[in-house]
Structure formats: C-alpha cells, structure tokens
C-alpha cells in the first residue's frame, strides 16, 4: 500500500508520482526491524529529508533480502530508488533499479508487476531529457495493474511527446486521463492539454491556462509543476511578444528553484 502522495518532480517530475511504500509488512510475514525501518524513512521522506530516507530505505532492502521476501524487496527497493530520484542521483538510482528488477525476475515477479520501477526509470530519462528511453519506459509502466501507476504512466509519456513533438501519444494520454477524477490526474491532463496548445500555437489561450495551473500546482505543494506552468506561460507570453512578462516569469521560476533544497 502506498501512503504519504507526495509531488516529486511530474511526476517526480512532474508532480506526478504516488509516494511510497508503507511499512507494514507484506502479508504472512512479520518483521519489526523491517516495519521500523521503512515506517522511520517515510516519515523522514515525508518532510523532505531525503537523505536520511534513502538510508533507512537501503538498509530495510538489506533485511527484506535477510528475508528473502520479494514484495518487501520490491516495496523497499521503489522506496529507495523514488528516494535516489528526488536526490538527483540518476546513476545511483539506476543502479538501485537494475538491482530490484533482476531480484525480483529471478523470483518470479512478471513485468507488469514491476511496472512501477519502470516508472521511476522513465523519469530518470526525463530529467535527463532522454525523451525517447522515458518514453520507452513510461509505455511498459502502462502494463501496470495498478490505477494510479497506470495514470502516471499515460501522464509521462505524454510529457515525453510532448518533447519529441508526438501530438498522437500526447492526445492518447489526454483521452486517458480525462476518465479520472483524480485531482493528480487532472492537474496532470492540463499540463498536457497546454503542451497541445502551445503545439498548436494557441498562444493566448495557454498562457491563461498556464497562469491558472501554477496557482493550482502552488496550492497543492507541487512546486516542480509549478515551476513547469510559469515557463509555459512565459513561453506563450514570449511567443504573443509580450517579452519582459515572459522574462519577469522565467525569474519567478529560477528563485523558485535556487530556493529548492533537499536537506
């Protein structure tokens, strides 16, 4: 079960993924240092100290395989991975990721099972503007059997082609996502629907919209997305040639974003 939604950059990046696992243990298995651990990082992570969140998370995957117990491998080994993610460690991340998948492949765990690790992978392609991988991997996070993996899936891979200039997929994923009523999930499906307009060159009415989902993004704590809004409306203010609004924005964003920290 995951518990504490939290806005890592969406989706991590774009505000989009879940959160983390919970520390309960997985069914028909009862370990308190295992429950401990992971119960102690979320609550770290929770209040952004990733740090001591990601050692807590490495050293409950330490006694998740004690156990050989794949769902608490997997649920530790996401935990870590979203952990690495936040923190901008790409290559650790990655590794972490390879880690857990072969784990739990060699214990029987299918891909759709593991579709949120493909998750978390595609958005580390994101960050590093890997579009084509992200979205690659962002496609087998559709697999998932989950809803909420399975809707930050379609929302990734709408940002990825938004960047590889895919009006198709974008306009998949915006059908998909327009069935939720999920908050997340409507918050995510505008940020697409103004990609399109921006595509489209329907300057004045993404910049309207722009304004309207940073102030939605700020209230919900979404500062990443926030961030993202602010440069598509002064993307579109650019574009209208209204250059020193687009400037006085693009400022905004860069304080926002010197200001960010992970302690």
């Given at each position: 079960m995951k518990v504490g939604v939290l806005a890592c950059s969406l989706i991590c990046i774009a505000g989009m993924l879940s959160g983390c696992f919970g520390g309960g243990n997985p069914k028909g298995w009862h370990d308190p240092r295992y429950e401990s651990l992971m119960d102690v990082g979320n609550s770290v992570f929770d209040l952004e100290h990733l740090k001591p969140a990601r050692q807590q998370y490495r050293a409950a995957l330490d006694r998740a395989f004690m156990a050989n117990n794949a769902q608490a491998i997997h649920d530790a080994g996401f935990n870590l991975a979203l952990s690495e993610l936040r923190l901008k460690l790409f290559q650790d991340c990655l590794a972490?990721?390879?880690?857990?998948?072969?784990?739990?492949?060699?214990?029987?765990?299918?891909?759709?099972?593991?579709?949120?690790?493909?998750?978390?992978?595609?958005?580390?392609?994101?960050?590093?503007?890997?579009?084509?991988?992200?979205?690659?991997?962002?496609?087998?996070?559709?697999?998932?059997?989950?809803?909420?993996?399975?809707?930050?899936?379609?929302?990734?891979?709408?940002?990825?082609?938004?960047?590889?200039?895919?009006?198709?997929?974008?306009?998949?994923?915006?059908?998909?996502?327009?069935?939720?009523h999920d908050g997340r999930d409507q918050a995510n499906m505008k940020e697409l629907l103004i990609h399109r307009e921006l595509m489209d060159q329907q300057w004045q009415r993404a910049a309207d919209d722009a304004h309207n989902l940073a102030q939605i993004q700020e209230e919900a704590l979404h500062y990443e997305s926030m961030r993202r809004a602010l440069r598509m409306q002064a993307q579109a203010l650019r574009a209208m040639g209204q250059d020193d609004a687009a400037r006085d924005l693009l400022q905004q964003a860069v304080d926002s974003q010197k200001t960010h920290s992970t302690p």
């Open positions: 972490t990721l390879q880690h857990i998948t072969q784990a739990l492949t060699v214990r029987g765990w299918t891909d759709a099972q593991q579709a949120d690790l493909h998750l978390i992978r595609a958005s580390v392609f994101y960050e590093q503007k890997q579009w084509q991988a992200s979205f690659a991997e962002a496609e087998r996070a559709k697999q998932s059997l989950e809803g909420a993996t399975q809707a930050e899936a379609y929302a990734l891979a709408g940002l990825d082609a938004a960047e590889l200039r895919d009006p198709s997929h974008m306009d998949d994923a915006i059908a998909f996502l327009s069935k939720s």
